[in-house]
Nanobody, 122 residues
Framework: QLQASGGGLVQAGGSLRLSCAAS????????VAWFRQAPGKEREFVAA????????YYADSVKGRFTISRDNGKNTLILQMNDLKPEDTAVYYC?????????????????WGQGTQVTVSS
């Protein structure tokens, strides 16, 4: 089970830190990621990090502003979001998959958190 938290309302240029806590199983060997879904739009990839933490992957729209990290000892995934823009407004979901294939594709992930709302005002 994945539980996302940390969303809220922030002004443009501000920062938020999202957390995703895993329970019930260890996700130490899983690829974990963040996706987001804005009203009326499809769920889109934000960032991913494999179990080895050798690389991180970002959507072009968030590169340089967002940072994904994980603490395998605490079974926790973090998304640090800086310089937020109104177009970042969405429900943010954490996800996990047992392989490292298709890390930017939502259908590759078998485990999903419930989502946390991020709203950025202009």
């Amino acid at each position: 089970q994945l539980q996302a938290s940390g969303g809220g309302l922030v002004q443009a240029g501000g920062s938020l830190r999202l957390s995703c806590a895993a329970s019930g199983r260890s996700f130490r060997s899983y690829t974990v990621a963040w996706f987001r879904q804005a009203p009326g739009k499809e769920r889109e990839f934000v960032a991913a990090i494999p179990w080895s933490m050798t690389n991180t992957y970002y959507a072009d729209s968030v590169k340089g502003r967002f940072t994904i990290s994980r603490d395998n000892g605490k079974n926790t995934l973090i998304l640090q979001m800086n310089d937020l823009k109104p177009e970042d407004t969405a429900v943010y979901y954490c996800a996990a998959q047992s392989t490292s294939r298709g890390w930017a594709v939502a259908a590759s992930y078998g485990y999903w958190g419930q989502g946390t709302q991020v709203t950025v005002s202009s």
